[in-house]
């Protein structure tokens, strides 16, 4: 392989915090080893569209404590196409990008993974999801933020349940994958948590409820989105199965993917861009990094999927016990 | 009238923030003109059920800055029959609690009025609502914390909403009001604001978003939640309207209640709280308390109504002319 | 007066959250009136340095929620001479520039008068500094947010006070006004506030610390840094005359001027960016617009003066009654 | 040994945020184990003055999100008596409280040590300090909040240090530790960090300033505490070398100790409540509960001493490469 001079890098799937960290610390890495740096906007649409922009060190400066994505992202009916793809390597091409950082989750990876393969591009993923849903990496870059939104919001929450003395459901974020509402749920003290992975019997959250504290008249419980079942039509049945509570239920929704980073997410943001552009440097390709163990660790895209385990036992037995 | 020698305090109605600072104010005010001073639980339902404790400097220390209500909150049944009534005012007395400050909104001055007329029980009212929808007062206590927790959440909408150009419909607070989503949406930079005063015909609405500037892919509607016409009903006819936007709706709910009070809450609380015990000291009754350009005002129960009257259209300009 | 067609708009002295609320009206507003907008960097410096860019309502998205100011902000000695003000006026000439939008403090207004007088230039002010030392207006835009600023900070100092019943001395900007310390004080219920405005004899303070409550080990003082005497020496003192206190110093320093502006300081910055060009087109010239009572109010540069009036009496008395 | 039927819990040495979420999760973890559980305030003053509080459930409700600690914290020096620690343990006989559960750093740990080898008693050690400088455990608890706060609270001071082209120096907590510096300037993208492990000379500091991006007007510092040389020394030295920067000073102090604590902070809390509880129950002693890599580790109070060790070279490449 030729010698890389120019790096591409884009954003793709849902926003998280941490990604315009994870892009300043590509643009930067990129500079200090003397390459050109190239921002692709929208994701893989950028791509097919040939929305280019070269970036030098100003182009990221003050960018770390942002939300969202200078990159903006989306999702590309067109590259899922050959032909799309084709258009996509042309205009690499004829822009003398000759490797990518794809900032994103399993859907991005597995996009990147087919391209790379197709048109034989070096291409480096990093971990940007709130979900916490990836192989590779102990966390992904926005997920720690999430967590510490969705706290923020249950503990305003819990001042109108303990003032009211109510139950609150709230959704929070995670089709797929229960860690916010695992790692939230223990953070604000909830009473029950409710998520795919352990495949909750509505009839174990009744048994919580019913055995619950006397003297305690306030009530949270964390559920994840789900595709079969989620916030709403748990507070239905709380609402049926004990009509003496005032139950009430809150969907935090949108306001979960933006916000300024935490540091952790800030840190493994800026370790990670580091990882992708060496990785490349050194020949790596359809890798993921990750850092496990505060080790760099890299996982092939053919393995870059989403682990759908079975949550933590340690962790649902300390709900239990605390609540 | 004999000298008060005995309050009693209770917050009713929906909490907000700032009303553990008005206890505050009211249990130490109380205490620094000699007078005894005893908490009310749940409101009106408390003086019925006789849920009393008596409160000292300590049982309000390190109270101001949270968020709820330490005596709790609640609705009333019993409080709206005469019978019930009578029980509250023969635990008033048997508790020897002369006088009372009532902390609430609407609801809560309308039950004190009847009260108070019928057993000559003197009670001065704290506007402690996050709607801001009293007279009296510039501000009620809660509002100004109310406003800032929506554009800390609606900052984190944007930054998804920039990352994915998509136009986001935000349902604030406000059953009768639209003071929350009036300030908010300015303080946001918001393309529209949907408010209940000023009957916003939709069409307008399609109006903006038919002729905003091309330039900007990502827009923030602010709507009020509405006995007619909510986010909800909002987002679809904008879907069906404007197909190729990706549009989205987020219902910010009870977050809006809770959470640590704003210093100007903060402040508000404590004046007011100051003001009302004065007030009964001063041999005032039926009279709610409030800070109009920076005076402290009195209103009469019988006035102390919603105001449901036009939004000030200098705001409404406003929008028109920064989005 | 000839039609204005292009307005300058610039910060000056120290920068204050809302700032960039501010620019952003401004430059909307004059658009909404086809009236062409330039930006002018770094204050005063930069019309003598030339240092302008023209500004369209993109320039200003997305930038109603950052602290700081996106035009930079400084001092200029060479504006303080004929001069370099007669090289600022050229600049004006050769870009067109007929007229300036004023963000800033005392310091600001005085320049813009007497550069307004030598060269007739229209110009109008907006009051941006922490301090709300201004009169003409009820608050200045960045005071609410430094407000929540401090007692953000204050009450995580509240935590390590209790947690170890000590007495913390917290040194707040103001340095000729006390009315951050003022109203932060109240906000975190602090124990005494010593501010320049009441000459607080250091007796009166030791006189407070000596009859506190035996119950409340834990205490925060406010100080507002000064010319005489500020933190540092307070805490000298506190620490020789009460030898059995676990005395601590914090300085809160420049954290009170940053961060994203409080809804309330957004707001005001939007009414007021508005009415500063509508003032300009109605061919005002050497005010400053202020919001009064919810009213613009516009008081001549000759008068838009530091208000060093005594502190609020009523506001003292309530530090006295609740600490 | 008996079986343990009551276990006393204190905090000790400086208050870390998730101390209160550690206290609730060893109460709540003793009550679902059948274990009585007694509060013991200040630390070990409180064990010599029989300080002692029993606690149920509720003693530790709606305490998860607030910083500090309810027990409160303290220095002993009658605990560095052999007569201090007879007083102590016969208190503790007096009492029944058959084991203890320490939350604090390493002199906590050194104290709870010597003690628990001079009369038998079991002590379970769980780390609470924001340096995170312990080995035998990724993580103490409180770290992850300090350096949210310091972020934060830098994010606010880089408004002004770009809107005035300024040069900040910032000092942070971390006497004999970097770690906090060395985190939390990464996240805020730090021009230089000065640790006490990296002997930071202060030539190198003086080099990246010379060689810094031209286009970089403003630059943030970040040092840690120090006996040698700390924030003020290292702002005097650049002042002398560069006076053509406006350099300024911030000592961030006490604002590091307090707040809500993060998501992460409240579940190693919650976490290592549960191991402490639980490894008393199997017979461990004189050990502290940590987490490495998600496992549970013991590691023996002769053990767990401050690391010294040489700050993490992949962290220092990082902001070398990224500022």
């Given amino acids: 392989m030729d010698k890389i001079k120019n790096i591409g890098v884009f954003t793709s799937g849902g926003d998280a915090p941490g990604m315009n960290a994870a892009i300043r610390s590509v643009v930067r890495t990129a500079l200090h080893y003397d390459i050109q740096v190239t921002g692709i906007m929208k994701g893989f649409e950028g791509l097919i569209t040939g929305d280019f922009m070269p970036m030098n060190s100003k182009s990221v400066a003050n960018i770390i404590q942002r939300g969202g994505t200078i990159l903006k992202t989306g999702r590309s009916d067109a590259f899922l196409t050959k032909e799309g793809r084709q258009i996509a390597y042309d205009n690499l091409v004829r822009n003398n990008i000759d490797a990518l950082v794809a900032i ?145 239920l809150s969907i935090l929704g949108h306001i979960q993917r933006g916000g300024r980073p935490s540091c952790a997410d800030r840190v493994l943001a800026s370790r990670l861009g580091v990882a992708a552009v060496e990785a490349l440097l050194n020949g790596k390709k359809c890798m993921m990094v990750g850092l496990m163990n505060q080790n760099v660790v890299y996982t092939h895209f053919d393995n870059a999927i989403k682990h759908l385990s079975e949550a933590d036992p340690n962790l649902l037995k300390i709900v239990r016990i605390l609540s």
Wanted: hydrophobic share 40%.
């Fill in 104 to 248: 994103g989750g399993e859907g991005t990876f597995k996009g990147a993974n087919i391209f790379a393969k197709e048109f034989n591009v070096p291409i480096v993923g990093m971990p940007g999801t709130i979900d916490n849903d990836l192989i590779g990496t102990d966390h992904t870059i926005g997920y720690d933020t999430a967590t510490n939104t969705v706290i923020n919001a249950v503990d305003k929450i819990r001042d109108t349940a303990e003032s009211h003395d109510r139950l609150f459901i709230v959704e929070v974020m995670g089709r797929d994958s229960g860690l916010i509402a695992l790692r939230s749920g223990i953070g604000v003290g909830a009473e029950a948590i409710l998520i795919p992975e352990s495949k909750t019997d509505v009839e174990v959250l009744f048994n919580t409820l019913s055995s619950g504290r006397k003297d305690k008249a306030s009530k949270i419980i964390i559920v994840a989105e789900g595709e079969e079942i989620g916030g709403f039509e748990i507070a239905e049945l709380v609402k049926e199965k004990f009509p003496n509570y005032d139950t009430r």
